[in-house]
């Protein structure tokens, strides 16, 4: 019971921060990346209300997974990205299991890159097949596998524990710069997510007069195309 209300009580605020918050930020931001990024969370932000909304049906219905609390989306892990391939995870954590365990695991005989490229190939059907989630989805792969295989040659040149995954019985010496370096990747993700969550969203452009007369085109949600 406890569950279904913390559950019933995240989807209230996530869709009072997709439908309010956000496009209000996105409308007042000062700049193009400021709008972008609020833009991006705002559509984050309603998956993650359909996200609750499923996750109550389900424990209204009793269903659980492996003896565990059945949890549909992690938006922590999202919001705050410690890697692209944990974004890909967190966003979807039923659909990251099946495709792991059905198509990813089936297919590793055939090499990490194409078995992890099948997977994503298999998950863009599965979503529709449209010129966005595709996109999207195939950018996630490019961002996650450069960016596992960039942390992995810089761990062992700084000799730092900055891999995508965390190391077993790790034996890093340099603990400098562990902190920094995860840090920039957050950023760098977090400025990904933001790019990634546009081209999710129909996006009419239209002229903002910023202080001293500056003009830039500021995105806002609404129902159309990019003009």
Known sequence: MISIAQSVFMAYVAVTLSACVMSSLSESSPNILLSSYFTAQSFRMSHYFVSYTSQITALIGGFQHKNQRFTVAEPLKVEIPGSMAAVAVAWNLPMSYWLKTYIFKKSRSLGYFAAAFLTYAVSSILHGLNFQLPAVLISIFSFSYVEADFREELSTFVDACVKVQKCQNCD???????????????????????YLGVMLIWVQFKPRVMPGGTRYQNGTISSGTVT
């Not at 920094?180 to 990904?192: D, E, R, S």
């Open 172 to 194: 890093h010496q340099n603990k400098v710069f562990v902190v920094p370096l995860k840090l920039l990747f957050i950023a760098l993700n977090i400025l990904q997510l933001a």
